[in-house]
C-alpha cells in the first residue's frame, strides 16, 4: 500500500492558520525543533508512525491531512495508530515484535490469539486487521491487490543468510531501535537452553562473514524464532523449492487415500519442519473424515 503523503508546503501553512509554533508542535509529537524546521524545509520528512500525532496537533483529520490512496495493510494499520513496531511485542504480550514484522513482511500470517489485541491497539475490528493481513500476504507476492498491481522489488527478495538477517532488521524496527548482536545472541541462547552461538557469531552471520560455514540447524530456529518468521525463510532457495515441493507431493497422497499421517521422507535429517508437517497432517485428517463420514460417529 502506498504510504501516506507528506506535503511539508500544506503542513506549514495548516500549522501558521492554526498559530501554533513549530516549537510547541514539537513539544506535542516529541520531537526537536529542528525536526519539525527540517521537515517544513524539506531536509526530511517524518516517520509515517508520527503522521497521527502531528495531524492531532495540527486539529487536522489524518486523512485529510496526510491522504493515501488505497486499502490500509497492516503496516499501514500500525502507523495509523502511532505505533513503532518496537513496540508491539507490549501489546500482544510476546518477547519481540517477530509475529507483527513477519505479518507485516508477508512471511506469515499472525496468530488468531494475536488479533483482538491488535484490533484495540489499532483502534479497528478484527476483520478490519484480517483484511489488511491479506492485503500485507498479496503484496509480498506481488499479487494484485483490490484493482491494483503491486510490484515487488527486486531488494525484498534476499537470497543470502546475511541479507535476509538484515531485511529483518530493517524492515522490523526504527531507525536506532534494531536488536544488537548480543541481544539477538542471547535470545537464540535462550530459545536452545544452551550455549550455542555468540554475539561475533551472529555478527558474522549477519554481514556475511564465514558465508560458507553454515550455521547449526537450531542456530536457524533460534533466529526464525525470535524474528517470528518460518524456519524455511533462512533456508537457500533450492532446499525450500525441493521442500515445498515434497509437501505438494504428500498432500496429494493425502488427497488420493495413499497415506494417513505424513511422514517426512528423503530431506535428509531434519525432513519438513514441524509447522509445514503438522498443516500437512491436519489436511490428511480432514481428507479421511471425508472418505469416510463414519469415522466421527
Given at each position: 500500500?502506498?504510504?501516506?503523503?507528506?506535503?511539508?508546503?500544506?503542513?506549514?501553512?495548516?500549522?501558521?492558520?492554526a498559530?501554533?509554533?513549530?516549537?510547541?508542535?514539537?513539544?506535542?509529537?516529541?520531537?526537536a525543533?529542528?525536526?519539525?524546521?527540517?521537515?517544513e524545509?524539506?531536509?526530511?520528512?517524518?516517520?509515517?508512525?508520527?503522521?497521527?500525532?502531528?495531524?492531532d496537533?495540527?486539529?487536522?483529520?489524518?486523512?485529510?491531512?496526510?491522504?493515501?490512496?488505497?486499502?490500509p495493510?497492516?503496516?499501514?494499520?500500525?502507523?495509523?495508530?502511532?505505533?513503532?513496531?518496537?513496540?508491539?511485542?507490549?501489546?500482544?504480550?510476546?518477547?519481540?515484535?517477530?509475529p507483527?514484522?513477519?505479518?507485516?513482511?508477508?512471511?506469515?500470517?499472525?496468530?488468531?490469539?494475536?488479533?483482538?489485541?491488535?484490533a484495540?491497539?489499532?483502534?479497528?475490528?478484527?476483520?478490519?486487521?484480517?483484511?489488511?493481513?491479506?492485503?500485507?500476504?498479496?503484496?509480498?507476492?506481488?499479487?494484485?491487490?483490490?484493482?491494483?498491481?503491486?510490484?515487488?522489488?527486486?531488494?525484498e527478495s534476499?537470497?543470502?543468510?546475511?541479507?535476509?538477517i538484515?531485511?529483518?532488521?530493517?524492515?522490523?524496527?526504527?531507525?536506532?531501535a534494531?536488536?544488537?548482536?548480543?541481544?539477538?545472541?542471547?535470545?537464540?541462547?535462550?530459545?536452545?537452553?544452551?550455549?550455542?552461538?555468540?554475539?561475533?557469531?551472529?555478527?558474522?552471520?549477519?554481514?556475511?562473514?564465514?558465508?560458507?560455514?553454515?550455521?547449526?540447524?537450531?542456530?536457524?530456529?533460534?533466529?526464525?524464532h525470535?524474528?517470528?518468521?518460518?524456519?524455511?525463510?533462512?533456508?537457500?532457495?533450492?532446499?525450500?523449492?525441493?521442500?515445498?515441493?515434497?509437501?505438494?507431493?504428500?498432500?496429494?497422497?493425502?488427497?488420493?487415500?495413499?497415506?494417513?499421517?505424513?511422514?517426512?521422507?528423503?530431506?535428509?535429517?531434519?525432513?519438513?519442519?514441524?509447522?509445514?508437517?503438522?498443516?500437512?497432517n491436519?489436511?490428511?485428517?480432514?481428507?479421511?473424515k471425508?472418505?469416510?463420514?463414519?469415522?466421527?460417529e
Amino acid at each position: 500500500m502506498p504510504a501516506r503523503r507528506f506535503d511539508r508546503a500544506r503542513v506549514r501553512a495548516v500549522r501558521r492558520a492554526a498559530e501554533i509554533s513549530q516549537s510547541d508542535v514539537a513539544s506535542a509529537i516529541g520531537a526537536a525543533d529542528s525536526t519539525v524546521a527540517g521537515w517544513e524545509l524539506g531536509a526530511s520528512v517524518p516517520d509515517q508512525e508520527k503522521l497521527p500525532a502531528l495531524a492531532d496537533v495540527l486539529k487536522k483529520p489524518l486523512d485529510e491531512l496526510f491522504p493515501r490512496d488505497g486499502l490500509p495493510d497492516l503496516t499501514d494499520l500500525r502507523c495509523d495508530a502511532g505505533l513503532y513496531r518496537y513496540e508491539m511485542a507490549a501489546v500482544i504480550g510476546t518477547k519481540s515484535d517477530g509475529p507483527v514484522a513477519g505479518a507485516e513482511n508477508g512471511v506469515r500470517r499472525l496468530k488468531d490469539r494475536y488479533l483482538p489485541d491488535l484490533a484495540k491497539a489499532y483502534r479497528v475490528t478484527v476483520d478490519e486487521v484480517k483484511r489488511a493481513q491479506e492485503r500485507s500476504m498479496a503484496k509480498a507476492r506481488g499479487e494484485e491487490v483490490e484493482g491494483e498491481v503491486v510490484a515487488v522489488a527486486a531488494e525484498e527478495s534476499p537470497r543470502t543468510l546475511a541479507e535476509k538477517i538484515t531485511l529483518l532488521l530493517e524492515r522490523s524496527y526504527p531507525a536506532g531501535a534494531a536488536p544488537g548482536d548480543e541481544e539477538i545472541a542471547e535470545a537464540v541462547n535462550a530459545y536452545a537452553g544452551s550455549h550455542v552461538t555468540t554475539a561475533k557469531q551472529v555478527e558474522a552471520l549477519r554481514t556475511g562473514i564465514d558465508e560458507a560455514e553454515a550455521p547449526a540447524p537450531v542456530v536457524l530456529e533460534g533466529l526464525a524464532h525470535f524474528f517470528g518468521v518460518t524456519r524455511l525463510y533462512f533456508e537457500p532457495d533450492d532446499a525450500v523449492a525441493r521442500q515445498v515441493y515434497e509437501g505438494l507431493r504428500l498432500m496429494s497422497a493425502a488427497k488420493s487415500g495413499k497415506v494417513g499421517r505424513v511422514r517426512a521422507r528423503g530431506l535428509g535429517a531434519e525432513g519438513l519442519p514441524a509447522d509445514v508437517l503438522s498443516i500437512l497432517n491436519d489436511l490428511a485428517t480432514e481428507f479421511e473424515k471425508k472418505a469416510d463420514p463414519d469415522a466421527n460417529e
